[in-house]
């Protein structure tokens, strides 16, 4: 009859040891993993930082010098003066006037090689949005980030390999995830009526 033998004290001791230098193999290759992830997240958030302030000092310098202002302006209707309120669709007098004047709000500078067209996709029958936008921009082999100026009362979709990142006020950001692309698109909800001459990309960030 044979004697079954039991471990060693040297065996379990190189077991052990084995054990131990893989647990802080797996160990250094998770703690690894999380510094990539950390740092990719950093990444994200500096372009996201850097492109937001670049898009809102551009249009905080329009607006600081009354570019956005509500149209009034004062007009003669026999011996006395009366306002008249002047915005891109109405303008409203409280008489007849002799003269007027109309200010029209503009837009920011577009980046250079970018273009939005709008369409109209109402037809589809879809109650969360109504227009489709086209985003035209330079290629790049990394993500994008765009930042687009937009009329008040409009919300964004996301479009496949499109992500908004923010939208406040009369600034999105938005992230294109493909690469080598020269475009993308974004489903909008609007009800101000043609939105093409009222939106633009005003800042690019890689």
Known sequence: MTKKRGFTLVEMAVVVAIVMILTGAVSLTIVQSI???????????????????????????????????????????????????TTAATTTTAA?????????????????GTSVDTQDISSWGNPQYNYRLGLTFPTSNQVQYLTLYIPDGMVLFNDWGVTIISQSGNEAIVKVDNKNTTSASLFASYSGGDPSAVITIISRKL
């Open 96 to 112: 007849t006037t002799t003269t007027e004047a109309t200010t029209t709000a503009a837009l920011p500078p577009a980046y250079p």
């Open 35 to 85: 510094s990539r992830a950390n740092a990719a997240k950093e990444k994200t958030e500096e372009h996201y930082i850097g492109n937001y302030d670049a898009a809102k000092s551009q249009v905080d310098a329009l607006r600081s010098g009354g570019t956005y202002a509500t149209a009034t302006t004062t007009t003669a209707s026999g011996g006395g003066t009366e306002a008249t309120t």
